[in-house]
């Protein structure tokens, strides 16, 4: 346990002077313009979020990946610089909620030139399908630094996780789409440039290229993968309708409230006693201030998560507003039935998920329907 510390340390010294909030910037490709479309089918396959029907037949494209959500076991700011960005320490953990993203690389036309757009595809309202959605941003990325900017594709994105939500869910497309892309391409890139390349885009999407454990720092990017003997983990995530943008949250911040636990010492607490991480206190999240003091139903429901026998840990997600509930409810019908039939309650049953090592492997699970007991 004390060999990991100094490495950390010198992670946390090798910070990037890049910030923690990384908004979506305006699309600046010059390539050209994509064909797009909402998906709207008739199906028994119904998103979890905006209970849109779709019907996607796997069969119709090359590959299809499962894009995993992540939930923060804690989360610390360490400090704001004076460029207006924060320094974070936290521990990164994927779960088996999450997205599709299906992917195929467009032949070219019949006189033998390319085909001049991409076709992107998805099925919950509100998704850009501009260039400014990091599916689309991540194929260009792909694209640019491989040198394969003539090739196209058609990418279809079947959304569960919500937005808003803490959960990274639009990172961990960019990372499925980074990874598609490569797979497609002939792997040009290695998995280390992948990872490289992945900050251009945002905070959390390194993570992703992770195994699905990992102690990130600097914005979200730099990433140093952990193995913790966490075992098989069950969880529940519970996501009220309203959300909280970052900069929103972070402008609530009062940094007299912050946490004084040192990261390194959290860190070195799950790597030793797993998700019991040796006592409650090591569920630090330094965003719950803001986010309940702008939201004080937030606080509310996490005090009510509390009272449910058989949780062993409740906290906040990232900067919101989902809260996750380590272990199961001892009445776990009586518990969907309360807070599933609650208003603008959503709650999603799951469980820690990881990547198995090796080229050219992803996160796999069987992809069912969440029923969000909404």
């Given at each position: 346990?004390?060999?990991?510390?100094?490495?950390?340390?010198?992670?946390?010294?090798?910070?990037?002077?890049?910030?923690?909030?990384?908004?979506?910037?305006?699309?600046?490709?010059?390539?050209?313009?994509?064909?797009?479309?909402?998906?709207?089918?008739?199906?028994?396959?119904?998103?979890?979020?905006?209970?849109?029907?779709?019907?996607?037949?796997?069969?119709?494209?090359?590959?299809?990946?499962?894009?995993?959500?992540?939930?923060?076991?804690?989360?610390?700011?360490?400090?704001?610089?004076?460029d207006g960005f924060h320094d974070l320490a936290s521990l990164?953990?994927?779960?088996?909620?999450?997205?599709?993203?299906?992917?195929?690389?467009?032949?070219?036309?019949?006189?033998?030139?390319?085909?001049?757009?991409?076709?992107?595809?998805?099925?919950?309202?509100?998704?850009?399908?501009?260039?400014?959605?990091?599916?689309?941003?991540?194929?260009?990325?792909?694209?640019?630094?491989?040198?394969?900017?003539?090739?196209?594709?058609?990418?279809?994105?079947?959304?569960?996780?919500?937005?808003?939500?803490?959960?990274?869910?639009?990172?961990?497309?960019?990372?499925?789409?980074?990874?598609?892309?490569?797979?497609?391409?002939?792997?040009?890139?290695?998995?280390?440039?992948?990872?490289?390349?992945?900050?251009?885009?945002?905070?959390?999407?390194?993570?992703?290229?992770?195994?699905?454990?990992?102690?990130?720092?600097?914005?979200?990017?730099?990433?140093?993968?952990?193995?913790?003997?966490?075992?098989?983990?069950?969880?529940?995530?519970?996501?009220?309708?309203?959300?909280?943008?970052?900069?929103?949250?972070?402008?609530?911040?009062?940094?007299?409230?912050?946490?004084?636990?040192?990261?390194?010492?959290?860190?070195?607490?799950?790597?030793?006693?797993?998700?019991?991480?040796?006592?409650?206190?090591?569920?630090?999240?330094?965003?719950?201030?803001?986010?309940?003091?702008?939201?004080?139903?937030?606080?509310?429901?996490?005090?009510?998560?509390?009272?449910?026998?058989?949780?062993?840990?409740?906290?906040?997600?990232?900067?919101?507003?989902?809260?996750?509930?380590?272990?199961?409810?001892?009445?776990?019908?009586?518990?969907?039935?309360?807070?599933?039939?609650?208003?603008?309650?959503?709650?999603?049953?799951?469980?820690?998920?990881?990547?198995?090592?090796?080229?050219?492997?992803?996160?796999?699970?069987?992809?069912?329907?969440?029923?969000?007991?909404?």
């Open positions: 346990m004390t060999l990991v510390l100094p490495v950390l340390l010198l992670v946390l010294q090798a910070i990037s002077t890049s910030g923690f909030i990384t908004a979506v910037q305006s699309p600046t490709s010059t390539t050209a313009p994509i064909r797009t479309k909402n998906l709207v089918l008739s199906s028994a396959t119904t998103d979890a979020s905006s209970d849109t029907a779709v019907d996607v037949d796997p069969s119709e494209y090359d590959l299809s990946l499962f894009s995993p959500c992540k939930i923060n076991l804690f989360l610390r700011i360490l400090r704001k610089r004076p990164f953990q994927t779960v088996a909620f999450g997205d599709m993203l299906h992917l195929k690389l467009l032949d070219d036309d019949d006189d033998g030139s390319s085909t001049d757009d991409d076709e992107f595809m998805c099925n919950m309202e509100g998704v850009p399908l501009d260039r400014s959605n990091l599916v689309l941003r991540a194929l260009d990325l792909v694209r640019e630094k491989t040198g394969n900017t003539d090739k196209k594709f058609r990418a279809n994105l079947v959304k569960q996780v919500p937005a808003q939500a803490g959960l990274g869910g639009g990172s961990g497309n960019a990372a499925a789409a980074m990874f598609g892309a490569n797979e497609l391409l002939g792997r040009p890139a290695t998995h280390d440039e992948l990872v490289e390349w992945s900050g251009d885009l945002g905070s959390d999407i390194t993570f992703f290229l992770s195994h699905g454990t990992a102690y990130c720092t600097g914005r979200g990017e730099i990433m140093t993968p952990v193995r913790a003997p966490f075992g098989p983990v069950k969880l529940c995530i519970v996501k009220p309708d309203i959300g909280l943008s970052t900069p929103q949250v972070f402008g609530a911040l009062d940094y007299d409230q912050l946490s004084k636990e040192d990261p390194e010492e959290l860190l070195a607490r799950f790597l030793e006693h797993g998700v019991d991480a040796d006592g409650d206190d090591a569920y630090v999240n330094d965003l719950e201030q803001p986010a309940f003091d702008c939201l004080p139903e937030l606080r509310e429901l996490k005090e009510d998560l509390l009272q449910v026998k058989g949780f062993e840990h409740v906290m906040m997600s990232g900067s919101g507003t989902s809260i996750f509930c380590i272990g199961e409810a001892d009445d776990m019908d009586g518990f969907l039935a309360d807070f599933g039939s609650r208003e603008g309650i959503s709650v999603f049953p799951t469980e820690f998920i990881s990547r198995e090592d090796g080229e050219g492997v992803w996160f796999e699970k069987e992809w069912t329907d969440v029923d969000p007991y909404a």
